[in-house]
T-cell receptor
Framework: KAGVTQTPRYLIKTRGQQVTLSCSPISGHRSVSWYQQTPGQGLQFLFEYFSETQRNKGNFPGRFSGRQFSNSRSEMNVSTLELGDSALYLC?????????????FGPGTRLLVL | KNQVEQSPQSLIILEGKNCTLQCNYTVSPFSNLRWYKQDTGRGPVSLTIMTFSENTKSNGRYTATLDADTKQSSLHITASQLSDSASYICVVTLRGGYNKLIFGAGTRLAVHP
């Protein structure tokens, strides 16, 4: 079974631009979560989708948004990019929306904002 | 304030040696505690998940312990291998959902031949 895939793997943008990242979960998984990882802050939860609905949201500004499609694929959008948005963005999927469930992470998208 | 603190920040050991990583948390109400391994440039991989009632859980050469009374967890690696070189992240989940995940900063382990 294929793992979680994320595209693109690397991205360079300039301040003020917007970016869309994509995540394809493991086949059959319906829950997709997004995380931001930076050297200074570590891993931080962005949001979680289950069956096309955002069920949980972390403490990030409204510039960060996402959505999930009927095939469980998810996209994350960051508008008006800031230098501090440079980070590794990780997507994780799980079978159901239970916090006991094991999450499977993708390789991440490394975003550099200049 | 809900926090997860890991120690040491970094660790160097020789191949074949054992090591123990620590995780202390001040999180309430507690749901479960997870240990992840993250290789450089890769996403984290789940090693163990423990609920309040579990004291020990093993995954091959990795053994995690949990003391819910003292709010401490440890990850013991036996007979280390070069492939164990990675960051190990402790994550505590509050009851209530994915937005209640509290991440530790991780311990960076380097195994030298």
């Amino acid at each position: 079974k294929a793992g979680v895939t994320q595209t693109p793997r690397y991205l360079i943008k300039t301040r003020g631009q917007q970016v869309t990242l994509s995540c394809s979960p493991i086949s059959g998984h319906r829950s997709v979560s997004w995380y931001q990882q930076t050297p200074g802050q570590g891993l931080q939860f962005l949001f979680e989708y289950f069956s096309e609905t955002q069920r949980n949201k972390g403490n990030f500004p409204g510039r960060f948004s996402g959505r999930q499609f009927s095939n469980s694929r998810s996209e994350m959008n960051v508008s008006t990019l800031e230098l501090g948005d440079s980070a590794l963005y990780l997507c994780a999927s799980s079978l159901v929306q239970e916090v006991q469930e094991t999450q499977y992470f993708g390789p991440g998208t490394r975003l550099l904002v200049l | 304030k809900n926090q997860v603190e890991q120690s040491p920040q970094s660790l160097i050991i020789l191949e074949g040696k054992n090591c123990t990583l620590q995780c202390n948390y001040t999180v309430s109400p507690f749901s479960n505690l997870r240990w992840y391994k993250q290789d450089t440039g890769r996403g984290p991989v789940s090693l163990t998940i423990m609920t309040f009632s579990e004291n020990t859980k093993s995954n091959g050469r990795y053994t995690a312990t949990l003391d819910a009374d003292t709010k401490q967890s440890s990850l013991h690696i036996t007979a280390s291998q070069l492939s164990d070189s990675a960051s190990y992240i402790c994550v505590v989940t509050l009851r209530g959902g994915y937005n209640k995940l509290i991440f530790g900063a991780g311990t960076r382990l380097a195994v030298h031949p």
